[in-house]
T-cell receptor, first 118, second 113 residues
Framework: EADIYQTPRYLVIGTGKKITLECSQT?????MYWYQQDPGMELHLIHY???????EKGDLSSESTVSRIRTEHFPLTLESARPSHTSQYLC?????????????????FGSGTRLTVV | AQKITQTQPGMFVQEKEAVTLDCTYD???????LFWYKQPSSGEMIFLIY??????QNATEGRYSLNFQKARKSANLVISASQLGDSAMYFC??????????FGQGTELSVKP
């Protein structure tokens, strides 16, 4: 049973459309992250949050924006989708204490959203 | 800056043999954590194994073991008795101070029957 949920799983959308990728977790984790990943490539951190009303840009510049109004919810929005936004977007969360959960050691990933902009 | 390097874009291994996937890291932090994840073609991230920087013994989880050499800043993943289902992308990651995970470039492992 997943503790972090991403919707939709797949999305094909036309250029210029506004989209929101949803991410919700039920673990009460303070920290949440968005990663962008092209096929067969590494994961790049594009946004992270350390708690409600806290958002920061990650190491890879992105035209997307995020919000954190509730602890459990961390949506990502693209105001005007372009073909260059085609990628997989993975959401993750983490909480203290690290190193004590033998199944994940603190980090849980969603199943990802595969976005295709045509 | 913190960095993770995986120098093997692709690896082949015969079924039932062992394989080592390389990972080196760069950090000035004293406290950090190292992770290995498996990513099948479906795209989800599957946690495999974790090593804390203060752990004196190498981590093991079933067929997975982590060869941790702190002085050399390496954290190689060893998969014993490879299975066809092990074919996937494998990512090494490091937890930075503050909690962010940074990832290496990944290694695509193919297991041959």
């Amino acid at each position: 049973e997943a503790d972090i949920y991403q919707t939709p799983r797949y999305l094909v959308i036309g250029t210029g459309k506004k989209i929101t990728l949803e991410c919700s977790q039920t673990m009460g984790h303070d920290k949440m992250y968005w990663y962008q990943q092209d096929p067969g490539m590494e994961l790049h951190l594009i946004h992270y949050s350390y708690g409600v009303n806290s958002t920061e840009k990650g190491d890879l510049s992105s035209e997307s924006t995020v919000s954190r109004i509730r602890t459990e919810h961390f949506p990502l929005t693209l105001e005007s989708a372009r073909p260059s936004h085609t990628s997989q977007y993975l959401c993750a969360s983490s909480g203290y204490p690290w190193g004590t959960n033998p199944t994940s050691y603190g980090y849980t990933f969603g199943s990802g959203t595969r976005l295709t902009v045509v | 800056a913190q960095k993770i390097t995986q120098t093997q874009p692709g690896m082949f291994v015969q079924e039932k043999e062992a394989v080592t996937l390389d990972c080196t890291y760069d950090t000035s932090d004293q406290s950090y954590g190292l992770f290995w994840y498996k990513q099948p073609s479906s795209g989800e991230m599957i946690f495999l194994i974790y090593q804390g920087s203060y752990d004196e013994q190498n981590a093991t989880e079933g067929r997975y073991s982590l060869n941790f050499q702190k002085a050399r800043k390496s954290a190689n993943l060893v998969i014993s008795a490879s299975q066809l289902g092990d074919s996937a992308m494998y990512f090494c990651a490091m937890r930075e101070f503050g909690g962010k995970l940074i990832f290496g470039q990944g290694t695509e492992l193919s297991v041959k029957p």
